[in-house]
């Protein structure tokens, strides 16, 4: 079997398209525009092209874009000034403080500086208990564009077998929690967990989030099971040049899984949609209107 492979970009574009629909209709009945302020600190290379890509998902989509980019030695106090001021702004809907920040920054401080209603990366306590909860909540950008991604190849993921390889705060919790969320059967895998390869076997739907090349190899896929790719790891490539791989072995997994994402051009793209959405969904919310109809 060759898998299908799950074109993240054109999803993630179809995506933006809706949610451009939905800002102008915003914009036309409702007089508001919605603006994500995102603030960079530092001039880590990395940082520089997710933001420089953010603010442009946000402006094609016709919204606001405010970009703070903040030198390096930044203290504490001037980047919560900041925040505050942001979070008094009522033009700024969505504000998303890019990690990591510079190490004399404590980011747990700045990321709970932040109002949970404006919180576009959902990584504010508030927000991460509201998802644990089922109740509505900002919900991180990444995990929300992986189970978007995995609806596409399956309607409904009630009673699946999901696993997830690492249990970070930004990636592998809250998609467990989204998961859990569809009703699907969770299992949260990590580096201590043993026989991985065996636990990965019994996934209908595995997602990788741990920031190892390749490390995930086709022997630990299921026959026919949907692979969601979260690495983009760069390493060296033909030429002295490098290339991104995910962290799941491609060429292996795609000669046995039903589905699979690439990588680049799978999970990365949606989640850059799903920051624009959750600046429309802050929005709506500051509004008092409803849940904009799109995923
Ligand atoms: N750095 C790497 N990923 C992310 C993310 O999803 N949000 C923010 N704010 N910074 C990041």
Redesign the pocket.
């Known amino acids: 079997m060759t898998a299908t492979i799950i074109d993240g970009k054109t999803i993630g574009q179809n995506l933006r398209a809706r949610i451009a629909e939905e800002t102008a209709a915003l914009s036309q009945q409702h007089g508001i525009v919605p603006g994500l302020a995102v603030v960079l600190v530092g001039t880590d290379p990395a ?1 520089e092209v ?1 933001v420089r890509t953010k603010s442009k998902a946000v402006t094609d989509a016709g919204m606001r874009s405010f970009d703070h980019k903040l030198p390096k030695e930044t203290s504490q106090a001037e980047l919560l000034a900041l925040v505050q001021k942001l979070n008094a702004d009522p033009t700024v809907h969505g504000i ?5 920040l510079p190490s004399q920054i404590d980011s747990s401080v700045i990321l709970n500086a932040i109002d949970p209603g404006k919180d576009v ?1 959902g990584f504010h306590p508030m927000n991460a208990g509201r998802l644990a909860t089922g109740l509505p909540a900002l919900v ?3 995990p929300f564009g992986c189970v978007l991604l995995a609806k596409t190849v399956h309607t409904s993921l009630a009673g699946m077998d999901a696993v997830v390889i690492g249990r970070s705060n ?1 990636v592998g919790k809250p998609l467990a929690q989204l998961l859990l969320g569809e009703n699907a059967t969770v299992t949260v895998a990590h580096s201590k967990t043993r026989n991985l390869p065996e636990v990965c076997r019994r996934a209908d739907l595995l997602f990788a989030a741990v920031g190892r090349p390749e490390m995930v190899r086709g022997d630990w896929i299921r026959p026919g099971a949907t692979v969601i790719d979260v690495g983009i790891n760069r390493v060296p490539g033909e030429g002295g040049k490098t290339r991104l791989v995910g962290d799941v072995a491609f060429e292996e997994a795609r000669a046995v899984a039903g589905a699979i994402t690439p990588v680049p051009g799978g999970v990365g793209p949606m ?1 850059i949609a799903c920051v624009i959405l959750n600046t429309l969904r802050a929005a709506c919310a500051r509004a008092g209107l409803p849940e904009p109809k799109i995923s």
């Open positions: 940082s997710y998303l403080v890019q990690l990591p990366d991180p950008c990444t930004i989640t």
